[in-house]
């Protein structure tokens, strides 16, 4: 495939995949239409990058399915102004989606090589408002916090109290939670001293690993 045929799948993905199933926040829908996916994914997968799916990355972890990213980052209305917070990079590709909408994105993932490789296909992206962390984001990036918006993209029991109090007055956070096998996503609001939940869609993600999520014997 050659660059005029992966514009053509990024067109056809945004009809097929995210338009068709409600996707209709202008701003997520030009930058789901934008950003390289296929530079995203292992080189053996590139002709799959617009896939209807989630895809392996190595290390047991998926880059998820795009109308996953596309349905998490609508529902995370990032604005132009905002620091955001991703727990668990993957591939970097969603990182590359909302830097693409926000000022500044930190990311954090438990796998060093997985953040290495991440942060050099966001370089190689012109992402240059991302950071990529190595470690446990359960916990979150205290350094760097307040945050505007947090997205988790691997599966909690419950939302990490660290994340909460790393969110910013009038923040969002978006998280799965639910069992190990099936989640629900949650959107949190932070209001005037208090924080308010709503249910959304069901999903599937990999685990949350660490002293806020899951534990490896769970
Ligand atoms: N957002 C990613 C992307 O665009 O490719 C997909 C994320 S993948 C579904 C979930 C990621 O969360 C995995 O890479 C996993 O290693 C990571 N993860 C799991 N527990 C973590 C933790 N406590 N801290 C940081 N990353 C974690």
Same mark, same amino acid.
Request: aromatic fraction near 4%; charge should be negative.
């Given at each position: 495939?050659?660059?005029?045929?992966?514009?053509?799948?990024?067109?056809?993905?945004?009809?097929?995949?995210?338009? %068709?199933?409600?996707?209709? *926040?202008? =701003?997520?829908?030009? /930058?789901?239409?934008? #950003?390289?996916?296929?530079?995203?994914?292992? @080189?053996?997968?590139?002709?799959?990058?617009?896939?209807?799916?989630?895809?392996?990355?190595?290390?047991?972890?998926?880059?998820?399915?795009?109308?996953?990213?596309?349905?998490?980052?609508?529902?995370?209305?990032?604005?132009?102004?905002?620091?955001?917070?991703?727990?668990?990079?993957?591939?970097?590709?969603?990182?590359?989606?909302?830097?693409?909408?926000?000022?500044?994105?930190?990311?954090?993932?438990?796998?060093?090589?997985?953040?290495?490789?991440? %942060?050099?296909?966001?370089? *190689?992206? =012109?992402?240059?408002? /991302?950071?990529?962390? #190595?470690?446990?984001?359960?916990?979150?990036? @205290?350094?760097?916090?307040?945050?505007?918006?947090?997205?988790?993209?691997?599966?909690?029991?419950?939302?990490?109290?660290?994340?909460?109090?790393?969110?910013?007055?009038?923040?969002?956070?978006?998280?799965?939670?639910?069992?190990?096998?099936?989640?629900?996503?949650?959107?949190?609001?932070?209001?005037?001293?208090?924080?308010?939940?709503?249910?959304?869609?069901?999903?599937?993600?990999?685990?949350?690993?660490?002293?806020?999520?899951?534990?490896?014997?769970?």
């Amino acid at each position: 495939m050659n660059e005029t045929d992966y514009t053509e799948a990024r067109r056809k993905m945004v009809d097929s995949q995210l338009r %068709a199933r409600g996707i209709h *926040d202008p =701003g997520v829908l030009r /930058v789901m239409e934008d #950003v390289p996916r296929h530079l995203f994914v292992p @080189p053996d997968l590139v002709n799959q990058a617009y896939d209807d799916r989630p895809l392996d990355i190595g290390a047991g972890q998926t880059i998820s399915q795009p109308y996953m990213v596309a349905l998490m980052t609508e529902l995370l209305a990032v604005e132009p102004h905002h620091r955001v917070l991703e727990v668990g990079t993957g591939s970097g590709y969603q990182a590359a989606v909302l830097a693409c909408l926000a000022r500044e994105v930190i990311t954090i993932e438990r796998f060093e090589r997985l953040a290495r490789e991440a %942060a050099g296909r966001l370089r *190689d992206a =012109g992402c240059d408002n /991302v950071r990529v962390l #190595v470690g446990d984001g359960s916990a979150g990036a @205290p350094d760097h916090a307040p945050f505007d918006r947090i997205i988790v993209t691997a599966a909690s029991p419950s939302i990490p109290p660290s994340l909460k109090k790393q969110l910013a007055p009038a923040g969002r956070l978006v998280c799965p939670v639910g069992s190990r096998q099936a989640q629900r996503l949650i959107v949190m609001d932070r209001g005037d001293g208090v924080f308010e939940e709503s249910e959304g869609v069901g999903c599937v993600f990999v685990p949350l690993l660490g002293k806020e999520g899951w534990s490896k014997d769970d």
